[in-house]
């Protein structure tokens, strides 16, 4: 995956419907206070921060450290791998997952102090290396 230099502002003013954008826009900040990182387009994804990861297969690329995608179905939020929040998941309120998605229709009905707690271990994770990657490097 790469960077594409876009703004995310015009991204995301042109988000529908206006709940996704509202919820973009709620993400964004959110993101990047737990970050510390500015938000940067990876296609239709906004990321913050990067890293390259490795897998055992020897399939290696660059993702953001954390990410999601204003879609217009529900908001995804990208994990390294949900069951390590399975637990804050059944506090979380209305959504969906896969393996390492999440996706919530309305930020407004889930519990952001639940979400804030996911997305901080998940950043933590990412940044100490605690991923199910064989490696993973913090580049950006």
């Given amino acids: 995956m790469d960077k594409t230099g876009g703004s995310v502002a ?6 529908t419907p206006a709940v996704r954008r509202r919820d973009a826009e ?3 900040a959110l993101m990047s206070e737990i970050s510390g990182r500015e938000p940067e387009l990876w296609g239709t994804i906004i990321g913050f921060g990067s890293c390259h990861y490795r897998y055992a297969t020897g399939n290696q690329g ?5 990410a999601f995608a204003p879609r217009k ?3 995804t939020i990208y994990f390294d ?8 998941m ?3 309120g209305p959504h969906t997952s896969s ?3 999440l996706y919530v229709k309305d930020l407004e009905k889930v519990d952001e102090s639940v979400l804030r707690g996911m ?5 933590g994770d990412v940044v100490s290396g605690n991923t199910s990657y064989e490696s993973l490097e913090v580049t950006g």
Wanted: with cysteine; charged share 15%; glycine share 0%.
């Fill in 62 to 66: 660059d993702m953001p450290i954390l």
């Fill in 26 to 28: 709620v993400l964004v």
């Fill in 90 to 92: 059944t506090d979380l």
């Fill in 73 to 75: 179905a529900a908001s």
């Fill in 10 to 15: 015009a991204f995301i003013a042109e988000v």
């Fill in 99 to 101: 393996v390492a998605c």
């Fill in 119 to 123: 997305l901080m271990r998940a950043y």
């Fill in 81 to 88: 791998a949900l069951e390590r929040h399975a637990a804050a």
